[in-house]
């Protein structure tokens, strides 16, 4: 039985979907303005693992993950580069995707962007005016009154008290309430032609919170089941999509009976890089693009999913040729069978229910990773049938998580797009050299090549039949 910690309860609760069998997921994506680094790589994989995970336990999986492609970043960036918006935002939003397939993601069933809701943004500000939830300041913009929503705040844990402008927006003029957020923001006489729309309060552009309520209502529905995104989203941009969204549909006056806009909210941890935050200000975040030109993708994915979700995890090169490395030990079990084939899931399985408990219990991918692990110590063990077997249930297991899914010797021979030394061509010249000195009985050069081979990251291995296997260390 599953369970999934929900943020908005501080608590892990067994899962029941609204719809029994049916999941509706929404997940907040990518600002389009750069390409994506790792800390948009975290989310990607984490709610990649979650989708996969629901699909495999037999839930038919609605998953919606957005693209905000109009804001105030995104305008500056265009208007530095002398470029259309719309251009600006379609080369990032290729590059994410291209970033995405590299590091083998499922796609989402919709991928909705904020400049096709408009409307739909417009209606329900709309509705909040009338609710008297909103209104228009002196300078144009219109507003969500925060204090008039007595709920706010459930998200975050947050009461009104502690908060204060700064930890929110600078105070605009037109507000009535330094608390209060932007829904609309009125044009301004210097922005591009690209960057407005009309609206009965003038031309203007969404504020950033309004866009996930509309997009997810709109393809979800008023009330659905999980709504992921990062840990530095639960506050502000969660709770005002709460506020938001449940101030639409009912008022002021919302009541204990009624449903809320989402059942379980998810929050992945952030990243940290050599235990500091990774930020842009403090120039130590990592492009996708260019960990990948250093690292296998299947490892940067089982880096992120060695750590529980909700964790902290702290990058560096380190951590993840360690996880390389552990990556690698799976792989060598399953290079000790031919023509593996992929066991599917069975509950009557011992690895397999042990597996599921792990990821049934808040998605706790370290414990199930600590399965495989235990599975390939028992493939190294086992012999004839048995090793077919068991090899057979870890890849079936891997492929729950995305892992294990790969020829395991074209894994271990893998290098990266700028690995430094040996090619495969120079490798197996030096195995051929080495076997025509033991050939020529000159132990002592032989033995030099497998040494010089191992310096440079190349191990051997020695099969029956005289041949030499290899792979990197």
Not at 23 to 36: A, E, L, P, R, W
Not at 123 to 147: H, K, M, P, S, T
Not at 220 to 233: P, S, T
């Amino acid at each position: 039985m599953l369970q999934i910690y929900n943020t908005l309860s501080r608590s892990k609760q067994v899962f029941k979907p609204i719809v029994p069998g049916k999941v509706k997921v929404y997940v907040c994506g990518m600002t389009v303005y750069d390409f994506c680094h790792i800390g948009h790589a975290r989310v990607m994989i984490v709610f990649d693992m979650v989708v996969r995970w629901l699909r495999a336990s037999g839930y038919e999986v609605l998953y919606v993950r957005n693209i905000t492609d109009i804001d105030d970043k995104i305008i500056n960036r265009a208007v530095e580069n002398g470029e259309p918006i719309a251009a600006l935002t379609q080369r990032f939003i290729d590059a994410m995707h291209t970033d995405s397939d590299e590091l083998g993601l499922i796609h989402p069933d919709q991928e909705p962007r904020a400049t096709d809701f408009i409307a739909q943004m417009q209606g329900i500000i709309g509705r909040l005016i009338e609710n008297e939830l909103a209104y228009q300041g002196e300078d144009g913009d219109v507003n969500f009154a925060v204090r008039l929503f007595p709920q706010y705040g459930k998200l975050s844990g947050k009461t009104l008290d502690e908060l204060n402008a700064g930890e929110r927006v600078a105070v605009s003029g037109g507000k009535r309430d330094p608390l209060d957020f932007v829904l609309w923001k009125s044009a301004k006489p210097e922005e591009p032609v690209d960057t407005r729309w009309s609206s009965p309060w003038g031309e203007g552009r969404p504020g950033w919170h309004i866009e996930c309520s509309a997009m997810s209502c709109d393809l979800l529905g008023d009330h659905f089941d999980i709504h992921g995104g990062g840990a530095d989203l639960q506050f502000p941009h969660h709770e005002n999509e709460i506020a938001q969204s449940e101030g639409a549909l009912y008022g002021k006056d919302r009541g204990p009976d009624d449903a809320p806009f989402v059942n379980y909210w998810m929050h992945n941890g952030h990243i940290r890089v050599n235990e500091e935050k990774m930020s842009k200000s403090l120039g130590n975040f990592f492009l996708i693009r260019d960990v990948l030109k250093s690292f296998d993708p299947e490892v940067l994915r089982f880096f992120m999913l060695r750590a529980h979700y909700r964790s902290p995890i702290n990058y560096s090169d380190a951590q993840l040729e360690e996880s390389r490395s552990g990556l690698a030990r799976l792989y060598t079990a399953l290079a000790q069978v031919t023509n593996i084939g992929d066991a599917p899931m069975d509950s009557h399985n011992l690895w397999a229910k042990r597996f599921a408990e792990a990821m049934n219990d808040d998605f706790n991918t370290p414990e199930a990773i600590a399965v495989l692990f235990d599975l390939a110590s028992e493939v190294n063990r086992a012999q004839g049938v048995e090793k077919q077997t068991l090899a057979s249930t870890l890849r079936g297991l891997g492929a729950a998580l995305n892992f294990l899914q790969r020829d395991p010797t074209q894994f271990l021979q893998s290098g990266t797009k700028e690995q430094d030394g040996l090619s495969p061509t120079q490798i197996d010249e030096q195995i051929a050299a080495r076997v025509a000195a033991k050939q020529a009985k000159d132990f002592a050069q032989a033995d030099q090549i497998r040494k010089m081979l191992l310096e440079q990251g190349i191990v051997l291995e020695d099969k029956p039949g005289g041949i030499t296997e290899w792979r990197r260390a």
